[in-house]
């Protein structure tokens, strides 16, 4: 009965990290494109010139 347990355990926590990995992958393509959108949505700074949309 035990090592059923432990293979069942097992399984879950594989599950639940295959569905964390790929929410991350999700949340990683998001942020991607918005970093690409912030270099062609840029605000344009005193003299005309486009700005940094970031702060480093």
Do not use: D, E, H
Not at 21 to 27: G, T
Not at 40 to 51: F, L, N, Q
């Amino acid at each position: 009965m035990v090592p059923l347990l432990l293979v069942l355990l097992l399984v879950l926590l594989l599950a639940g990290a295959g569905f964390a990995l790929k929410a991350l992958w999700w949340v990683a393509i998001i942020v991607l494109a918005l970093w690409l959108l912030g270099f062609v949505i840029r605000p344009t700074a005193a003299g005309g010139r486009r700005g940094r949309w970031y702060r480093w």
